[in-house]
């Protein structure tokens, strides 16, 4: 009988001992579980380090005074942002590596090519994680790392205990369902490219753990060759903080009813479905989001509104005026957005390739197949005004037991108890010890 993935959420565990270890956290770029762990740990004590790109150049341009009209530039905006991220010294170790990761990075962002967009991310990230492998760390540390970002930190420590942080779907699964809905030429730019399926599972195979954020995730891994026993599933955690049914509004059609769908234009969020699922209907849709894919918006409905990307002040204010929620995704690992629009008041509208559809309020939630205009073109017909008493009960159940829903603080603690544990309470299998950890590298 194959054991089954462990669900954290949903076991009751023994206290867990003080742990012995202590955690390194490799992380590519500021992301939200990785500083939510981060923060956990500082707060436990057991935080050894962290390991993050060099920022200085970009942190020391941020710094040079910009006349007013160049500082409300989006690009001005976002050095002030990096500066402010970077500039507090923590008292745990902070290593900074690879210049050269962040300089890819950014110029790679410039790119006119999504496709090369991508790559330049990708390209990065091995740059970082090669910088991140010199590091000399302690052999009882617990070792962090990223999707991509992580394989030759891996190799260089096999007697660390090796995490896998996964924010995405496995990268097979990805391409799969890409292929499953577009041409192998139209979803050319946003699939995986085999030297990067290849990377990733390489990572996976030397993890001694492999944290998920979703059951559809740890199927996924499972189905290409992970070994059950090392997949935790453990849910993000979401901050909540700011979206409220109370606040401020835009201005909208009091008399018809509004969408709103917060994604990335781009064909694995399933936007071109959702256009042509709008398409002729008496609603509105804001579509919210950086665009990944020009081509998408070619001949966009009359009824659809493309504001960018916004703020989460700005979010917010879409949220309480629309009348619901709509990400009709291809594929996704575990979309919080759902949880802050759902924490707004509004119905979500999901599809099940979305792992974040089990977080949801059965009641408010509407989950379809993916990929499916007809099915989706229905939903958003029978979409109605909202009344504000149900926006205030869809909210007040997001904040209560109701939902599976939690916040960082509490994801953080879930996942410190699982890899900092002793070998045996965790529950990885691994009969040769130190020889076989070593054998897999």
């Not at 059965?362 to 990929?371: D, E, F, I, Q």
Request: glycine content about 6%; charged content about 25%.
């Amino acid at each position: 009988m194959r054991p089954s993935v462990r669900n954290v959420v949903e076991e009751r565990r023994p206290a867990v001992p003080a742990p012995r270890r202590a955690l390194v956290v490799a992380s590519p770029y500021p992301e939200g579980a990785a500083r939510a762990l981060i923060a956990g740990a500082a707060a436990r004590g057991v935080l050894a380090g962290e390991i993050v790109p060099r920022t200085g150049l970009v942190a020391r341009a941020a710094s040079i005074p910009l006349p007013s009209a160049a500082a409300r530039t989006p690009f001005a905006r976002r050095m002030r942002e990096l500066r402010d991220r970077y500039a507090s010294c923590p008292a745990h170790r902070v290593e900074r590596v690879s210049h050269l990761a962040e300089l890819v990075l950014r110029a790679g962002r410039r790119l006119p090519s999504p496709g090369l967009v991508l790559r330049s991310s990708y390209l990065s990230k091995i740059f970082f994680d090669r910088a991140a492998a010199s590091v000399d760390l302690a052999d009882d540390r617990v070792v962090l790392g990223f999707p991509g970002a992580c394989l030759a930190l891996f190799r260089a420590h096999p007697d660390a205990r090796r995490v896998f942080h996964a924010v995405d779907a496995h990268p097979r699964a990805h391409n799969r369902e890409l292929l499953r809905h577009f041409s192998r030429r139209r979803s050319r730019a946003e699939r995986y490219p085999a030297r990067l399926v290849r990377r990733i599972e390489k990572e996976l195979r030397l993890a001694d753990v492999v944290l998920t954020p979703s059951t559809i995730v740890s199927e996924q891994m499972a189905r290409y060759g992970v070994d059950r026993s090392k997949i935790v599933e453990i849910p993000y955690g979401v901050s909540l903080a700011g979206f409220t049914p109370e606040g401020p509004t835009v201005e909208r059609d009091p008399e018809r009813p509004r969408l709103v769908c917060a994604a990335h234009v781009s064909c694995r969020k399933g936007i071109p479905q959702l256009l042509d699922a709008v398409r002729g209907l008496p609603v509105d849709l804001v579509l919210v989001g950086g665009v990944f894919d020009r081509r998408i918006l070619h001949g966009v409905p009359s009824n659809v509104i493309v504001t960018g990307p916004l703020s989460a002040d700005e979010l917010a204010r879409e949220f309480r005026t629309a009348d619901a929620f709509i990400l009709p995704t291809l594929e996704d690992a575990c979309s919080l957005v759902v949880a802050e629009a759902a924490a707004s008041g509004l119905p979500v509208i999901t599809t099940a390739a979305n792992g974040a559809a089990a977080l949801l309020d059965p009641v408010h939630g509407t989950v379809l197949p993916s990929g499916d205009v007809d099915a989706l073109r229905k939903v958003l017909g029978r979409v109605q005004l909202l009344e504000r008493a149900t926006r205030m009960a869809i909210s007040d159940r997001v904040r209560s037991s109701a939902t599976a829903i939690t916040d960082w603080s509490t994801y953080a603690e879930r996942v410190l108890d699982v890899v900092l544990a002793e070998e045996r309470a965790l529950g990885v299998q691994n009969p040769g010890g130190a020889t076989s950890r070593k054998a897999r590298n």
